[in-house]
């Protein structure tokens, strides 16, 4: 599955990179602890966490994450977002709860 479509099914909101929506997604992991999200995601996962902190970037960038998922309404901070388009990182944000984006991921493929 390509994020596009998980971005389309799932009605999430675009905030970085849109030009890497044609990523495919290989999986998924939910968490806010950064170390547990290093040891446990995989590259062309999309993650799942209610963090909006520029540290959530770094994760991702150094994993190769499809894309960060940031659920509960929660936005990225300006810094995150900057340093988001310089990584190459492609930032979502959704007013689902984590709880319910993971259900909805795992209902379209996502495991």
């Not at 994450?65 to 990225?76: C, M, N, R, V, Y």
């Not at 689902?96 to 984006?101: L, R, T």
């Amino acid at each position: 599955m390509k994020l596009t479509e998980l971005v389309g099914q799932l009605d999430l909101q675009v905030h970085s990179t849109p030009e890497h929506l044609d990523r495919p997604v290989t999986g998924g992991h939910a968490g806010d602890l950064l170390s547990s999200v290093m040891a446990h995601a995989a590259a062309g996962n999309v993650w799942v966490t209610i963090q909006i902190h520029p540290n959530i970037v770094a994760v991702g960038a150094l994993l190769g994450l499809a894309a960060i998922i940031i659920a509960g309404g929660a936005e990225p901070e300006a810094t995150t977002l900057a340093r988001a388009a310089d990584e190459h990182v492609t930032m979502l944000t959704t007013p689902m709860s984590a709880f319910e984006v993971v259900g909805k991921l795992y209902q379209l493929g996502v495991h």
